[in-house]
């Protein structure tokens, strides 16, 4: 059972989570391990992997209101994507919880680093917004979807750093539409996931609901603020990135630390 104080800090860890989803979209549910493990002080990485998939699909359900709104959800797309990762993500966090959970941590670290360089590296992208599912792009769908499901499942991420690229190359869409479409998979992987662990009772469901609702607060926060900012997206993704390196660095330290 965690100390008051810790379940203050998830609220604040969920909202900025939900904050920077709202604000920059794909990516932004990457720091939710981290904050759990080292802000919140949750001391079982897996307990933290767990309890952070369960959010961060409940959060990117919640921020999906606002690209249903803008209506830049590519249905057909996402549901083809989203139902093709399913196995994957069952799969992945299959094994994720067989691997010590510190070493996971240190994994996971090396992968942050790839999505700050995914995240500079799509910062422009444009694309043709009138696509739409069809016999050229369902295959390269269903085998991103595949290949992210496994990915996300076994780090216990939303995957949308993975998601976006992916929607974007296999449909050819823009950034806008595959980052509304990316929650629809960012949620079907995070239950799948959270569902396994839920089974080895690796789940926090206190500290889920807390995080949950400091996420939907951030949501509501971060969409007001990109209206405001909608012309700075490439620089505050800049930015966010560096963020992510200088965490993940710290992840690094920590697991060398450790292992050490």
Known sequence: MLEP?????????????????????????????????YLVGVSNPHVAIGTSALAVAAN??????????????????????AASGLAGAFAGSSAGKAIDGHKLLFLFA?????????????????GDDSVVLGRGNAPKLMGYGIGSGLFSGFFGVGGGFLIVPGLIAATGMPITYAIGSSLIAVSA?????????????????????????????????????????SGAQARLTTLFAGLIFVVALYMIWQSIRRLG
Not at 21 to 37: E, F
Not at 64 to 81: E, S
Request: hydrophobic share 60%.
């Open 189 to 229: 992987f995070g239950l799948t996931t959270a569902a396994n662990y839920a089974v080895a009772g690796l789940i926090d469901w206190p500290l889920a609901v807390v995080f949950i609702a400091g996420g939907a607060l951030g949501s509501f926060l971060g969409a007001r603020v990109s209206k405001r900012l």
């Open 110 to 126: 090396l992968v942050m680093i790839i999505v700050g360089a995914l995240m500079l590296r799509n910062r422009h992208e444009h």
């Open 60 to 81: 990117a359900l919640i921020g999906l209101i606002n690209p249903l709104r803008q209506r830049t959800v590519k249905w057909r797309c996402a549901i083809v994507f």
């Open 5 to 37: 104080v810790q379940y203050l800090l998830g609220i604040g860890s969920g909202a900025l989570v939900g904050f920077v989803l709202s604000l920059i979209g794909g990516g932004g549910s990457i720091l939710a391990v981290p904050l759990m493990v």
